[in-house]
């Protein structure tokens, strides 16, 4: 049984950066392709950042060098560092990964960007 658990969220002013951390636990990480989403109230949930085994990096245009995904395989864990902040950032993130065709989802960890 694959888990997610995030962590890291919480209250910044504009400007302002954080980071989100995500375990997992329940599957060989190092083989796994990692995704951050976020979900805004009363928008739709879109993908963020992601990054493959490899290491190489995707990220939506909206959070593009401002936003860093990277993972650390001893650890079972995957980071979104976010710099400038902005209100429109204001959304709960998720942690997702796929396994043997199913898709697993952490229970996500609020970030709110106060202007």
């Known amino acids: 049984q694959v888990q997610l658990v995030e962590s890291g969220g919480g209250l910044v002013q504009a400007g302002g950066s954080l980071r989100v951390s995500c375990a997992a636990s329940?599957?060989?990480?190092?083989?796994?392709?990692m995704k951050w989403y976020r979900q805004a109230p009363g928008k739709q949930r879109e993908q963020v950042a992601t990054?493959?085994?490899?290491?190489?990096?995707n990220y939506a245009s909206s959070v593009k060098g401002r936003f860093t995904i990277s993972r650390d395989n001893a650890k079972n864990t995957v980071y979104l560092q976010m710099n400038s902040l902005k209100p429109e950032d204001t959304a709960v993130y998720y942690c997702?990964?796929?396994?043997?065709?199913?898709?697993?989802w952490g229970q996500g960890t609020q970030v709110t960007v106060s202007s």
């Open positions: 329940g599957t060989i990480f190092s083989i796994n392709t």
């Open positions: 990054i493959t085994s490899g290491g190489i990096t």
């Open positions: 997702n990964t796929a396994r043997g065709g199913f898709n697993y």
